[in-house]
């Protein structure tokens, strides 16, 4: 027995000193987030890492998951926790930096003054505990765009509606005219709801006291029931209760896979009509459409802003993004830290290098646009670069309130509003306020 | 029983009854298997009941999805991950738990009673109940009143802390069935074993296993299948990086995951989960049942 | 050496083996192969690992007891006896203290603290679960699993049982149809049933058979036949995305009946109908799932408590020309009375515990939570692990007065 024992410690030894080694080569990285896997985004992400590997021998590894949010959770409990975590989520890398989870972006050797420079003071302020740089920008994309297909508004004579009154008024001519105006579906296992916030916040955005208002709804500095969003979901609750106005009626809102909400817009009835006309989604989408369709983006198929409500606030633009948090300190893991932060770590990705078909676009300021290989991610780069200097970017207000309203009540009472109607307005805003933490 | 007398279980209206139930117990599987053999834009195009009406299934069937989600998208790799889970998972609790059941039915100690009390009290504790502090466990080891116990272990992610997890799972009940099983065995077989100078661990060997493999073998099939099906345990303590997915999470991924609404991707991936239950279930049926039956008190 | 101080080492040395048994060998078993494996995982190749995992994982326990076997021959031979029930039984009381007691104390005491388990709030959290809305609509989903599917299932296992057990021919085969659901993973048969349930919006083609048939089904307003996108004989497209045809259903997103056509103008004031009206089909449709994969086991188990019945007893009952009806009810029923409370039991508590086929299906949206899933939502969506602890608690509450009865009972039918 004694010499079994001793046998196996031996067998012990040799593999922790096989483990040893000084050379950043064949070290490995791993990337978790929430893109999946295999699909563009997280192809696209890979693609990246790919290139950072042939210059440095570093192997990394992105992995995504549907259910990132959660499962990055219990990593941190359970201490099984990838390299870097891509969040959508500022707020959840704040939480995590909070409770000593991750690694101050300056211990990894980061230039953090460059970084600063590099990237929007609003997006850097969203990665920021007590002045320490924990999260780093990476991707965004935008929210505030409404997707249709010029050749049939073309060929029915309707104009892009830059105002919401327009839109409306739009959508009723389509209506008269027998078809639907929009596709709307918000079902996602485990989020619905997350589509008609976005709505929220966009149209938030755009009324009251515009970006003002906004930081104070995000930081619940006004309720929840005011009258600004109470009159946000009064808008809302116009598009998804009109009669006709969503394609397969309002029951189809809640039960349609916001994955699967466009495809109306690709299909054709029997007198040749698209199923919808507009449909308001993030520039992500894309990755969703029936594979058809996706060469057409930014051509066949591409979006105009999303209206403005009160024509004297300027404009600005609704987005999410990932911000990446950092659990080690290993030498490898910083060296890909500093490839993400450099505009290089984009350069696979809107080049589109093996056919990944992703739209992610990049937080860095100082990316060169022209290189992205779709007409359309340069068009919403550009306007989210704008944005961005203007500081008219807001990130999307549920991703940055307290986990039970922004993945909690939030969601949920926008869909029970959905389900509802109109009368149900109250009772939603005043459950969501109630349940603030 | 008069044998003229025609039953009404053998007239033609019960039989009906018992063909509807059993092909409407049949009937979940047969769109899903079809669709596993349909191309994916076609399962999307045509509904898999339209595509047998208009003779388009037969000639568009293809292995192509099972090719692509074993290789490609690897499940094949979450396959063998699920046996290192499963085999160790199924032997190392029935293992302690027949040296346990052998004291508790043949040797006498003190604290017997009390130890079996607090083994059968294991068995009503959900494991929803020890699921999150063991995670913890198994990360940053236990400190009880100032003292580590535990220390640091950093297991979660290998198959190690999913072993130790189920052993923990399945221990009382195992221990408990393979008690009462070793109870019915002739007490005088031991005891003569006893008297001709055996040691406990040869009495054991040699004679009690041997006799309790059917008990053994019952609580083996229903250990294995369960953690082989299981989702929860697997799913918490392996996390999901693509190595260490084992099938149910893998198919959990796949069903969970939207990307495309890939369902010939989901059906095929899931037909190949069910091959191995099923292959046990067929082969092992008679000791699966008694498992089970035995297994209907699992806290 | 005299003989009192050969006694005190003897003890010493009793204790010390004793000790060695029951906590620090196991303890160290524990550890090196946790190390062990955790290290190998680090340095061989996957294939390796799985191979070394296989074999050298599921015998490494026998190196625990030999090793111990060994310590206990160092003991004198008259205190052998004690030490090797010691030895038996110690790595099991073991392995139970640590995976199973210590946790569950600690979800208890976590119950009463904090989100992050840092400072004490009393009750807090229980109040907050059977306060807080979603909880309780999730105890409400619960309690209708609980009632559908334990009775479902015992009937639909005792009716299949009794016509399974009198089938001449066919009778294995039937009951492995019926089995077999058994056998698969939930998250398969979950997978399963999502198709069947699959809602697409209109007018793309329905690939659930249910909506699909549903939307095929009907007349648009001209008369003119509707169809799920399939072509005519005359190679035209037959859709059903015209005003009159049925439009599809997101099933597992209807909570209550109030988007069916049948239920869509009814009269508020109606309260049998408001009743009906609120029914859940979501919940509903998820636990036939849960129904389909239990039966099975319901039916086997009956089946075999069935044909112990003497069949003196029934041909007894036949000759007193009882119906089949009554004979089963008057006699096999309360034969099988022990059985069918086991069998609920078991039901039960796997419906406490029912995890996977709400969280593959539609995570808990749109009310058809279940506790098993808040218990992990909580922990990992909202990040209130003290909530998680209550929940567990709630399941654990609820298992014990089930387990109890039957452990009682099985008590007295042993000892009668």
């Known amino acids: ?437 | 029983m008069t044998r003229e007398q025609q039953k009404w279980y053998d007239k033609p209206v019960s039989k009906l009854i018992l063909i509807t139930i059993a092909l409407s117990w049949m009937f979940p599987y047969v769109g899903f298997l079809i669709s596993s053999f349909r191309p994916g834009e076609s399962v999307k195009r045509t509904s898999w009941w339209s595509s047998i009406g208009n003779g388009q299934l037969f000639s568009e069937l293809t292995l192509e999805n099972y090719y692509e989600i074993l290789f490609a998208e690897n499940l094949s790799r979450s396959f063998f991950n699920s046996f290192a889970v499963s085999i160790p998972s199924t032997i190392i609790p029935i293992t302690i738990a027949a040296f346990a059941a052998y004291a508790f039915a043949f040797i006498d100690f003190r604290g017997k009673e009390v130890a079996f009390i607090f083994v059968v009290g294991m068995m009503i504790i959900p494991l929803q109940m020890s699921l999150i502090p063991l995670l913890k466990l198994m990360k940053g080891g236990a400190i009880l009143f100032g003292v580590t116990i535990i220390p640091e272990l950093s297991l979660n992610g290998t198959f190690v802390a999913v072993w130790f997890a189920h052993t923990g799972f399945g221990l009382p009940l195992a221990t408990f069935l393979l008690r009462d099983f070793m109870m019915s065995l002739p007490k005088s077989v031991v005891e003569s074993a006893k008297i001709d100078g055996a040691s406990h661990l040869t009495t054991f060997f040699k004679l009690v296993l041997p006799l309790s493999v059917a008990g053994i073998a019952a609580f083996a099939t229903f250990q294995f299948l369960w953690v082989y099906n299981d989702f929860l345990v697997a799913n918490v303590f392996m996390g999901i990086k693509p190595e260490n997915l084992v099938v149910t999470s893998h198919v959990a991924q796949l069903t969970v995951g939207n990307y495309g609404e890939e369902w010939h991707l989901r059906t095929s991936g899931a037909v190949i989960s069910m091959i191995v239950p099923l292959i046990v279930f067929f082969t092992l049926q008679r000791f699966f049942v008694r498992g089970l039956i035995g297994g209907s008190v699992k806290g | 050496m005299n003989k009192n101080n050969s006694t005190l080492a003897d003890r010493l040395l009793i204790g010390g083996i004793r000790l060695l048994a029951l906590g620090a060998f196991p303890l160290i078993w524990f550890l090196f192969q946790a190390i062990l494996f955790r290290e190998l995982t680090e340095v061989l190749s996957r294939t390796a690992l799985i191979i070394v995992a296989i074999l050298v994982g599921s015998t490494f326990i026998f190196l625990l007891y030999l090793g111990m076997n060994k310590l206990i021959d160092f003991a004198p031979k008259n205190h052998r006896e004690s030490l090797y029930a010691g030895m038996f039984i110690g790595p099991a009381l073991f392995m139970l203290s640590l995976f199973l007691f210590y946790p569950s104390i600690r979800t208890i005491y976590l119950s009463f603290r904090d989100r992050y388990g840092d400072s004490s709030v009393g009750f807090e959290n229980y109040i907050w679960a059977f306060t807080d809305t979603e909880m309780k609509t999730t105890l409400r989903n619960q309690v209708l699993w609980l009632l559908f599917v334990v009775t479902m299932v015992v009937f639909l296992g005792l009716v299949i049982g009794w016509l399974a057990d009198r089938l001449n021919r066919g009778e294995a085969f039937f009951k492995s149809i019926i089995f077999m659901p058994m056998a698969i993973s939930a998250v398969g048969s979950s997978a399963i049933f999502k198709l069947i349930y699959a809602y697409r919006p209109p007018p793309s083609t329905q690939i659930g058979i249910i909506n699909g048939l549903r939307v095929g089904s009907g007349k648009d307003i001209y008369g003119k036949q509707c169809g799920n996108n399939v072509i005519g004989s005359n190679g035209e497209l037959i859709d059903y995305y015209r005003e009159g045809c049925p439009n599809p259903v997101g099933w597992l997103q209807q909570r209550d009946l109030s988007n069916l056509p049948s239920f869509e103008n009814i009269n508020s004031s109606d309260t049998i109908m408001n009743l009906i009206v609120n029914f859940p089909i979501n919940t509903f449709l998820l636990m036939i799932v849960m129904v389909w994969m239990s039966t099975g086991f319901a039916m086997v188990v009956f089946s075999a408590a069935i044909k112990a019945i003497p069949t003196e007893i029934i041909e007894a009952g036949q000759i007193d020309g009882a119906g089949e009806g009554k004979i089963f009810l008057s006699i096999v029923l309360p034969y099988i009375k022990s059985t069918i409370i086991v069998v609920s039991t078991y039901i039960t508590v796997s419906v406490l515990k029912a995890f996977d086929i709400v969280y593959v299906t539609t995570r808990g949206d749109l009310e058809t939570n279940l506790l098993a899933v808040k218990m992990l939502d909580e922990f990992s969506k909202y990040r209130q692990y003290g909530r998680s602890a209550t929940v567990a608690v709630l399941i654990f509450v609820c298992v014990i007065p089930i387990i109890v009865i039957n452990a009682v009972r099985a008590r007295e039918e042993t000892q009668t």
């Not at chain 1, 192997?59 to 969040?87: C, K």
């Not at chain 1, 007590?130 to 249709?148: E, F, P, R, T």
């Not at chain 1, 209206?307 to 890909?336: C, H, Q, W, Y």
């Open chain 1, 1 to 437: 027995m004694r010499k079994t024992l001793i046998g196996l410690l031996a067998v012990v030894a040799l593999i922790a000193a096989a483990c040893g080694g000084a050379s950043l080569e064949g070290e490995e990285v791993l990337i978790f987030g929430a893109p999946a896997t295999d699909g563009p985004d997280g192809k696209a992400i890979q693609a990246a890492m790919d290139e950072f590997s042939e210059e440095t021998g570093i192997i990394v590894t992105y992995v995504g998951s549907e259910n990132f949010e959660q499962e990055i959770q219990v990593q941190m409990e359970s201490g099984d926790t990838p390299d870097i975590a891509l969040w959508p989520q500022p707020g959840a890398v704040v939480d995590a930096a909070k409770r000593g989870m991750l690694t101050p972006l300056a211990d990894l050797g980061i230039d953090i003054d460059e970084y600063k420079s590099n990237y929007s003071a609003y997006l850097v302020g969203l990665g920021e505990v007590d002045g320490v740089v924990y999260g780093g920008a990476n991707a965004v994309n935008l929210k505030s765009i409404v997707w249709y297909q010029p050749a049939e508004f073309e060929k029915r004579g309707y104009a892009i509606p830059n105002t919401w009154d327009e839109m409306i008024a739009l959508a009723d001519q389509i209506v008269a005219e027998g078809m639907n105006p929009f596709c709307f579906g918000m079902y996602s296992n485990g989020a619905t709801g997350w589509l008609a916030t976005d709505w929220m916040e966009d149209i938030m955005l755009r009324t009251g006291g515009g970006t003002d208002t906004y930081d104070k709804w995000v930081n619940h500095e006004i309720p929840f029931n005011d009258p600004v969003v109470k009159n946000a979901a009064t808008l809302l609750s116009q598009i998804m209760h009109t009669d006709n106005y969503v394609v397969g009626g309002t029951d189809a809102i809640v039960s349609t896979f916001f994955g699967d909400a466009q495809n109306p817009m690709f299909e054709r009835d029997g007198n040749g009509n698209p199923g919808c006309f507009m449909h308001r989604q993030a520039s992500f989408i894309v990755g969703f459409w029936p594979e058809a369709a996706q060469g057409g983006a930014g051509t066949e198929t591409t979006v105009f802003p999303f209206p403005s409500i009160d024509a004297s606030l300027p404009k600005a633009a609704l987005g999410a993004g990932d911000m990446f948090g950092v659990f080690n300190d290993r030498d490898a893991t910083a060296e890909v830290v500093k490839y993400m932060l450099s505009p290089d770590s984009f350069t696979a990705i809107a080049t589109n290098k093996g056919g990944h078909g992703s739209t992610r676009i990049s937080a860095h300021t100082g990316f060169d646009t022209s290189l992205y290989d779709k007409a359309i991610t340069q068009v919403l780069a550009g306007v989210l670069n704008d944005a961005l200097s203007a500081n008219a970017f807001r990130f999307d207000a549920s991703d940055l309130m307290p986990p039970e309203v922004g993945a909690g009540s939030f969601w949920k009472e926008m869909t029970n509003l959905a389900v509802e109607g109109p009368g149900y307005i109250d009772t939603a805003l005043s459950n969501v306020e109630n349940s603030w933490p």
